[in-house]
């Protein structure tokens, strides 16, 4: 079992940044894939960044403006939004692959409970 817990989330201007985090607890966290997924009303769940051994993942809307990292040791994945858009406000969604790098949101075994991240014009 994985438990995922978000936090960072909030409200920023247009052009700001925003650094969200993903604590993760139980056995084996280095061997998952790992993926932030966003869902804004009336749209589909997607998957905006994803980083798994030797490979990252970006959608085209974020690449050049959102960076995946981890840190095996803390056991926390983090996303750094930078230039962040109206278009970029969603919740955000934290996710556990034990298949790999993979944008199906059912390929991703655990949540966390999700983080709101609001972009004012």
């Known amino acids: 079992q994985v438990q995922l817990v978000e936090s960072g989330g909030g409200l920023v201007q247009a052009g700001g940044s925003l650094r969200i985090s993903c604590a993760a607890s139980g056995r084996t966290f280095s061997s998952y894939a790992m993926g932030w997924f966003r869902q804004a009303p009336g749209k589909e769940r997607e998957l905006v960044a994803g980083i798994a051994t030797g490979s990252t993942y970006y959608a085209d809307s974020v690449k050049g403006r959102f960076t995946i990292s981890r840190d095996n040791a803390k056991n926390t994945v983090y996303l750094q939004m930078n230039s962040l858009k109206p278009e970029d406000t969603a919740v955000y969604y934290c996710?556990?692959?034990?298949?790999?790098?993979?944008?199906?949101?059912?390929?991703?075994?655990?949540w966390g409970q999700g983080t709101q991240v609001t972009v004012s014009s």
């Open positions: 996710a556990a692959s034990a298949v790999g790098l993979t944008t199906a949101p059912r390929q991703y075994r655990y």
